[in-house]
């Protein structure tokens, strides 16, 4: 994100009333496009999104290796930590799995 825009989007957060700091398809937004800037991935979906205390939980999907054919790609599932104003404080890998196989970690969520 450049200047104009980091400048633009603070500008309208102080300019809608609410004082409460970005949107939850704000975040989701910018979450994706930290982890993918930091780990040179793309994520493809968000699995999971929390408010916390401290800020935002979500869990990702990201493609980690791409195969031929596609259900054999190699998934990766991440747990990424936001402050409040939806700037990614951490990151971790979950687990990873074929993209044609379910994820027997889960177990029921």
């Not at 999971?48 to 999907?61: A, H, I, N, Q």
């Amino acid at each position: 994100m450049n200047d104009s825009q980091n400048t633009s989007e603070s500008s309208r957060r102080q300019t809608d009333g609410t004082g409460k700091g970005p949107t939850p398809m704000e975040v989701l937004r910018e979450a994706r496009a930290q982890l993918a800037e930091l780990t040179g991935m793309d994520a493809e979906t968000v699995t999971s999104f929390d408010r916390t205390e401290d800020g935002w939980t979500l869990e990702v999907e990201v493609l980690e290796l791409s195969r031929v054919p596609d259900t054999m790609s190699l998934m990766a599932s991440y747990q990424v930590e936001l402050d409040s104003e939806g700037q990614l404080t951490g990151y971790r890998r979950l687990g990873r799995y074929e993209r044609g196989r379910s994820d027997a970690r889960r177990g029921g969520r």
